[in-house]
């Protein structure tokens, strides 16, 4: 009985379908066929009913994949124990929101690279229920992403690592404004919906009955930021007290009642093996 075979089984009763264990595990549909085939025959009991168009497990299924899960889970924390040895080393696969990216996280790494050369951490970035979607489906080990807004995987866990708030931004000629008269006078360069910020400012908006022209929607405060503080409108988004003393002169106003924050933290799975070393992450982070 092979542990790839295990995986595989366990995958297909996460994700509800062979066709999404093959793209989760890299194999060929028939491979994945085969993996379960194999594991039938060892077992003597079919996992899966075949008579149903959805993946439904048998009662055989279900109790393999109960101990599937837990002998892949005393497998990993053995090869994460010996490989640590005397040091911390392993890999860690990341997911990160833009902002995190363009701040923080590039002094984490270098921190994390003098301290612990032999963890090596990959970075994918995304939007945070993007990012959220695929901790829950395995394809990555953590996330740092803004704190979850419902609805959103219940299977994750967070740790808050820091806190941002929300401002309006406009140009240094619209000082005196309110965040009213802003909106009501200016283009709205709208923080991209999709995000969870984005959906906060939305039902701040609403909240309020605040009624906007909207201009553009993007993704990026940064380039947000930049636009209102040249005059081509007002943005609303979460910066950090760093990040708002380095924007060039602008009109700067406390967004929500009282002013809403947003805390960014890092998204694990309930069941990860990798915490020791988010874990250093999360140091690396705070240093």
């Not at 028939?30 to 085939?37: C, E, F, G, N």
Request: neutral net charge; glycine residues 4%; proline residues 6%.
């Amino acid at each position: 009985m092979s542990l790839k075979a295990l995986r595989t089984l366990v995958t297909i009763a996460r994700h509800g379908t062979f066709a999404r264990a093959a793209d989760l595990l890299s194999l060929t549909p028939s491979a994945v066929s085969l993996h379960i085939k194999t594991l039938e025959d060892e077992l003597q009991a079919p996992l899966f009913d075949r008579s149903r168009r959805q993946v439904v497990l048998t009662e055989a299924g279900q109790l393999a994949v109960a101990r599937a899960e837990s002998i892949l889970a005393a497998y990993d924390e053995l090869a994460d124990a010996v490989a640590s040895g005397p040091s911390l080393r392993g890999r860690l696969r990341l997911g990160a929101i833009h902002t995190v990216l363009a701040r923080r996280l590039p002094k984490a790494l270098v921190w994390i690279k003098a301290n612990h050369p032999q963890l090596h951490i990959s970075v994918a970035s995304g939007m945070s229920a993007e990012l959220a979607r695929r901790v829950e489906d395995g394809e990555l080990d953590a996330a740092i992403t803004t704190e979850p807004v419902s609805p959103y995987p219940q299977s994750l866990d967070f740790t808050p690592l820091f806190e941002d708030r929300f401002w309006a931004i406009a140009s240094p000629e619209l000082a005196g404004y309110s965040v009213p008269q802003l909106l009501a006078s200016q283009p709205f360069l709208r923080f991209d919906k999709r995000a969870w910020a984005g959906r906060q400012i939305e039902q701040e908006l609403r909240r309020q009955h605040l009624q906007v022209s909207e201009q553009m929607e993007l993704d990026s405060q940064e380039a947000l930021a930049s636009m209102a503080v040249m005059g081509l409108g007002v943005a609303i988004i979460p910066m950090a007290d760093d990040d708002l003393k380095r924007l060039p002169p602008a009109t700067c106003l406390p967004f929500g009642q009282p002013q809403m924050t947003r805390r960014v933290v890092l998204l694990e799975h309930e069941k990860s093996q990798r915490r020791h070393l988010s874990a250093v992450l999360k140091t690396a982070l705070e240093a």
